[in-house]
Nanobody
Framework: VQLQASGGGLVQAGGSLRLFCDASGRPVSIVGWFRQAPGTERDFVASMKWRGDGRIYADSVKGRFIISRDNRNNTIYLQMNRLTPEDTAVYYC???????????WGQGTLVTVSS
C-alpha cells in the first residue's frame, strides 16, 4: 500500500485547509490521519473505516476537523476548519488491515497556522 499526502501549507488562524491522501495498492480496512508537531510525539487525529463509517476523532479536533474518503478515487481527505497555531504540525495519512497496528504511512505534509 502506498500513500501520498498533499494539501498542506500556510494558513492564518481561524482559516481552513483540506488535506488529501492518494492511496494505491491492496485494499485496506481502516484509514486515518496523525500529526506531529516539532519536538513531540506523533499523535492520532482521526480515522474511519474504508467501507462503512466508524469515524473517530481526537478530542483536540472534534467539531473542527472532518475525515472522509472517496472509494472510487482511493482518496482520503481531512477537512480542517477553525485552525489554531496549535494545529501546526506535519500531518501523515495512514492505513491498516491489522489494527491496532497502523501498517502503512504516507510521507507527511506540513501545515503551518500563523497567529
Amino acid at each position: 500500500v502506498q500513500l501520498q499526502a498533499s494539501g498542506g501549507g500556510l494558513v492564518q488562524a481561524g482559516g481552513s485547509l483540506r488535506l488529501f491522501c492518494d492511496a494505491s495498492g491492496r485494499p485496506v480496512s481502516i484509514v486515518g490521519w496523525f500529526r506531529q508537531a516539532p519536538g513531540t510525539e506523533r499523535d492520532f487525529v482521526a480515522s474511519m473505516k474504508w467501507r462503512g463509517d466508524g469515524r473517530i476523532y481526537a478530542d483536540s479536533v472534534k467539531g473542527r476537523f472532518i475525515i472522509s474518503r472517496d472509494n472510487r478515487n482511493n482518496t482520503i481527505y481531512l477537512q480542517m476548519n477553525r485552525l489554531t497555531p496549535e494545529d501546526t504540525a506535519v500531518y501523515y495519512c495512514t492505513a491498516s488491515n491489522n489494527r491496532p497496528t497502523w501498517e502503512y504511512w504516507g510521507q507527511g505534509t506540513l501545515v503551518t497556522v500563523s497567529s
